[in-house]
C-alpha cells in the first residue's frame, strides 16, 4: 500500500475487550461505515444497533444522553448544541399551528421569545401569567386547550419556585403537556414529579467549567423519538468533542452543586442581615414566600442569589465594578462567580404590568456563586456594598 493511501487508511488499534478505557475516548467523527451494504441498510432502517452519520447520532454523544436521562430519571435524552437550542427543539418538535402554549412571566427571556415570536408567527398562541398564580393556572387550562404549559423552578432571576406537583396535575388533568427547565435545580432534582418533558442547558452546572456549550430534553420514550426526527432535521444535535467536555464536567457535577449550594446559602444569609441590601431572592431562606414548598421539592435550593440593593441602579454599578471575585458576565453554575446587575437581567417585550410581576427592579442584582472560599465571597461583597452605600 502506497504511503498517500495508507495516510487515509491507518492501521487499526484495537483495544482487547477485557481491556477498557478508564475515560471514555472521543469518537471525532462524522462517519460509520459497515463491513456490507446489507448492514448499513439495516443499521439505517433502525433494524440493528450501529451508528451511520453524527447528525443523527454519535457514540460520545449517546453515552451523554444515557447519562443524564437516568439521572433525571426518564428513559431517554437528546443532547443539543445549546440550552436554547434544547428550547426551541422542544417547542417545534411539540406544538402545531392553532395550538395553545401556557408560559410564565418570570421566563428566562429567550425562552420566552421563542414562544412569543418564532411560535406566534407559526400561528401557536400562548397566555402568559405569573409562576404563583395558581388559581389562574387552573383558570386557563380549564378554560382552554393547552398543549403545553412550559415553566421554571426556581425561575430566573428572582429565584420564584412553582408548585410542580400541582401544575402537573392540574395540567394531566385538562390534557397538557408540562415542560420543565430545570436548569437551576440541576438533575438531581425535581425527577420524582409527573413532569413529561425536562430541559436544561448544559452550558451551566453539567459543564460547569464555562468553556463549552450544550443543551438536554429529556423526557419518556416515545416524546423523545419524536423529538429527536425533528432535533435531527435542525441539525441541533451536540458534536462528540463537546459531547466529552460535559462528560468530563458531569464526574465533578455533585461535589460542585453541593459546594455552590452549601456557599450560596451562607451568602444568602449574610446579604439578608445587610443594611444595604432591601430583599433577598433565595429560596433556602424561611423569608421567601414559597421556602416550605422549595424545602418539600428540592434537595437543595441551589446556587443563584439574587437581592434588591437599596440605592438603585448607581448602587449596583458601584457595587459589580467594585466586586474582585465575581466577574459581570452572562450564565451561571460554573466555578467561577458571575454576576448581573439589573440592565442585563431585564425582559425585553414585557407590559408595565408585567414588568411589574417579574420582581426586577432598580438595584436588582443576580449571583452565581462558585466554588471560591465562601469567606473570601462574602468579605469581597461586604467590601462592595459598603461602596455602593457610600454612592
Known amino acids: ?47 440493528r444497533e450501529g451508528y451511520y452519520y453524527t447528525r443523527r447520532l ?63 408567527r407559526f400561528g401557536v398562541e400562548h397566555t402568559m401569567l405569573s409562576i404563583e398564580d395558581d388559581a389562574g393556572i387552573e383558570r386557563v387550562l380549564a378554560a382552554k386547550p393547552t398543549r403545553l404549559v412550559w415553566f421554571e423552578s426556581p425561575t430566573n432571576p428572582v429565584t420564584r419556585i412553582a408548585d410542580i406537583g400541582r401544575i402537573t396535575r392540574v395540567a394531566h388533568a385538562h390534557g397538557a403537556l408540562t415542560v420543565l427547565d430545570n436548569t437551576f435545580a440541576g438533575f438531581h432534582n425535581h425527577g420524582q414529579y409527573g413532569v413529561d418533558v425536562f430541559v436544561h442547558s448544559l452550558t451551566k452546572y453539567a459543564s460547569g467549567h464555562g468553556d463549552v456549550m450544550g443543551g438536554a430534553i429529556i423526557a419518556r420514550d416515545e416524546l423523545v423519538r419524536a423529538m429527536r426526527r425533528d432535533t435531527v432535521l435542525l441539525g441541533a444535535l451536540l458534536d462528540p468533542h463537546a459531547a466529552y467536555l460535559v462528560m468530563r464536567g458531569m464526574k465533578t457535577y455533585y461535589l460542585r452543586y453541593d459546594a455552590q449550594a452549601a456557599s450560596a446559602a451562607r451568602i444568602a444569609a449574610f446579604l439578608d442581615d445587610h443594611p444595604a441590601v432591601a430583599r433577598v431572592h433565595y429560596p433556602g431562606l424561611a423569608g421567601h414566600p414559597r421556602h416550605a414548598l422549595a424545602r418539600e421539592q428540592m434537595h437543595d435550593f441551589g446556587s443563584i442569589v439574587t437581592f434588591d440593593l437599596e440605592g438603585g441602579l448607581e448602587a449596583e454599578r458601584v457595587f459589580s465594578d467594585a466586586l474582585e471575585f465575581f466577574a459581570i458576565a452572562p450564565s451561571l453554575g460554573s466555578v467561577e462567580s458571575l454576576v448581573m446587575p439589573s440592565q442585563l437581567l431585564r425582559a425585553r417585550g414585557l407590559t408595565a404590568e408585567q414588568v411589574a410581576i417579574s420582581g426586577i427592579v432598580d438595584g436588582t442584582v443576580r449571583l452565581s456563586i462558585g466554588i471560591e472560599d465562601t469567606g473570601d465571597l462574602i468579605a469581597d461583597l461586604d467590601a462592595a456594598l459598603s461602596k455602593a452605600s457610600e454612592a
Open 1 to 47: 500500500m502506497k504511503g498517500r493511501t495508507r495516510v487515509n487508511h491507518p492501521p487499526d488499534a484495537p483495544v482487547p475487550a477485557d481491556n477498557r478505557p478508564l475515560v471514555a475516548p472521543i469518537h471525532q467523527t462524522v462517519k460509520f461505515a459497515f463491513d456490507s451494504l446489507e448492514e448499513t441498510m439495516r443499521a439505517y432502517r433502525g433494524e
Open 58 to 120: 454519535n457514540p460520545t454523544t449517546r453515552q451523554l444522553e444515557k447519562l443524564l436521562a437516568e439521572l433525571q430519571g426518564r428513559d431517554d435524552c437528546i443532547a443539543v448544541g445549546s440550552g436554547t437550542g434544547a428550547v426551541a427543539g422542544c417547542l417545534l418538535s411539540l406544538t402545531r399551528a392553532g395550538q395553545h402554549v401556557l408560559c410564565f412571566v418570570e421566563t428566562y427571556t429567550p425562552s420566552r421569545q421563542l414562544i412569543q415570536g418564532l411560535l406566534g
